[in-house]
């Protein structure tokens, strides 16, 4: 089974997103994600320039093979254009081998482990009410977990609380725009956003915050610290995560659930963070992480020290990555949530897919391989265009962490 062609599509219904596309020589074909927000170009220039020749007449059944020869032989490891375009060429194989096998993908890596992956959207609002009115909107839509982000008095912007409730993308121009930012009110403001909505809601509802890497250890410990009587499932990204040894410092002061790992890329980000269990939940994706084949090595690493799983699911994942990540998702031991963002319709028909969303479940469906697909056709109606994500400034200034 050998690959005879592998193309790199770039499509952009609502927001950019790269797809890499491998063909076989018995007619088999498979997809896998290669988007990289705000950078999209970068990982289809390294795919098309770098990969793809290296691609043509080998065998499509040597995944892990595969793997390592693209890994090892570049010499350059890890960062985020690499392991993305790894990732690519990883899942669209694993598509490829499920559909010669005539199953799913999570059947090639031991069955269930559960009925349904558990998911948990996005409530945010500009102002408190409006928070609890989107939480009561999901409650509605049977979600049985909740991230919870609202404006904060004083800022024009904060980080997560968007215009359109559904479909968040944060990349928003042809060059960045600027947000400001005070670790001060936000501080101040963010537990009694969470008093209202247990209140509001109760005791039994998942709840989550992302920090979004804007805070040093010990104020991270003081955010964990007055979030305690309200439960969270997690509080995400607190700090950002290149000095992992920040994470003992809020570990000392509160008992509050960390997540972290959405912009890692290998098992070597996280090695420390997991094997100290200085973090609960591991959000590395398919995608940003060498795809199924590495990111199985992040999740059984993670299975060893009481960490579970919580990959992120933005909509800067096309939906080959949410098919993917379901095929994971529904089969590892530890896993604890799926992020689920839905996608455009436009994207939706760009992207055909099995996966479906029911009674705060997301179900990968029983199609051979991933169960989704690009149309080529549809794709070429919308063609690339330039979005940056923000960048941030305090106050005063300063840079800070977007």
Not at 133 to 156: D, F, H, I, K, N
Not at 182 to 190: G, I, K, M, N
């Amino acid at each position: 089974m050998k690959i005879v062609d592998a193309r790199v599509i770039v499509t952009c219904p609502g927001r950019n997103f790269v797809t890499l596309k491998i063909v076989t020589d018995d007619g088999f074909t498979g997809v896998g994600d290669a988007t990289l927000n705000g950078r999209e170009l970068a990982v289809a220039s390294y795919l098309s320039d770098h990969v793809v020749p290296l691609l043509i007449g080998r065998d499509a059944a040597r995944i892990e093979d595969t793997w390592q020869y693209l890994y090892k032989g570049a010499y350059w490891r890890r960062g985020p254009v690499t392991m993305s375009a790894i990732a690519a060429v990883d899942t669209a194989l694993w598509d490829i081998k499920g559909k010669q096998a005539g199953m799913p993908v999570y059947q090639m890596l031991g069955g269930r482990s559960r009925e349904g992956v558990t998911v948990y959207g996005h409530a945010n609002g500009a102002t408190v009410d409006d928070v609890l009115a989107e939480v009561e909107r999901y409650v509605g839509m049977s979600y049985r977990a909740v991230r919870v982000q609202c404006g904060v008095p004083g800022l024009a912007t904060t980080y997560g609380v968007s215009t359109d409730k559904l479909f968040y993308e944060p990349a928003d121009g042809t060059l960045p725009s600027q947000t400001q930012w005070s670790t001060e009110r936000y501080l101040a403001h963010v537990p009694g956003v969470f008093a209202r909505v247990r209140e509001e809601f109760g005791p039994h509802l998942r709840l989550l915050h992302d920090v979004h890497h804007r805070l040093t250890p010990i104020e991270a410990a003081r955010l964990g610290k007055s979030l305690e009587p309200y439960a969270l499932t997690w509080m995400e990204d607190p700090v950002p995560a290149e000095l992992q040894e920040g994470f003992r410092l809020i570990r000392q002061h509160t008992v509050t659930p960390i997540a972290v790992g959405e912009v890692f890329n290998s098992v070597w980000d996280c090695q420390q963070l997991i094997a100290e269990q200085l973090i609960d939940y591991i959000r590395t994706t398919v995608v940003h992480a060498g795809g199924i084949t590495h990111l199985r090595r992040i999740f059984d690493l993670a299975a060893l020290h009481h960490v579970r799983s919580g990959s992120h699911g933005a909509t800067d994942l096309s939906p080959v990555c949410m098919a993917a990540a379901l095929q994971l998702d529904v089969s590892i031991p530890n896993f604890g949530l799926q992020e689920y963002m839905r996608h455009t319709d436009d994207t939706d028909r760009v992207f055909p897919h099995a996966y479906r969303y029911a009674d705060g479940y997301l179900h990968p469906g029983e199609e051979p391989g991933l169960g989704v697909d690009i149309d080529e056709k549809a794709a070429a109606e919308f063609p690339y265009a330039p979005a940056y994500l923000p960048v941030n400034r305090l106050e005063d200034g300063t840079m800070h962490s977007w």
